[in-house]
């Protein structure tokens, strides 16, 4: 079992920078995957980045590439994700995931869900 918790949402003009945080628990967080997810109204919940097991390996969709950098610390439990360049259609809700397989893009097979933590990005 993995509970995760999300933190560091909130408000910044375009162009601007936040990071993420997800604090997970668990004896077993290191055999996860951790995963970065958001949803805008109306729209599914769409997949950003993942990271694997070790922090050896990074994956992004394309409108992140170059602007977003996921990392973990799996001595705190904790998964960033650093946000940079950010434009208004980058606000979401952001979710952190725990999943066994790497990388994980589809919502529907993930493991571990975390709150959920806003972001929003105006211009």
Known sequence: QVQLVESGGGLVQAGGSLRL???ASGRTYRDYAMAWFRQ???KERDFVAAISWS???TYYTASVKGRFTISRDNAKNTAYLQMN???PEDTAIYYCAADRNYPSTTSRRID???QGTQVTVSS
């Open 21 to 23: 945080s997800c604090a």
């Open 40 to 42: 805008a109204p109306g």
């Open 55 to 57: 922090g050896g390996s």
């Open 85 to 87: 360049s950010l434009q």
């Open 112 to 114: 571990y869900w975390g």
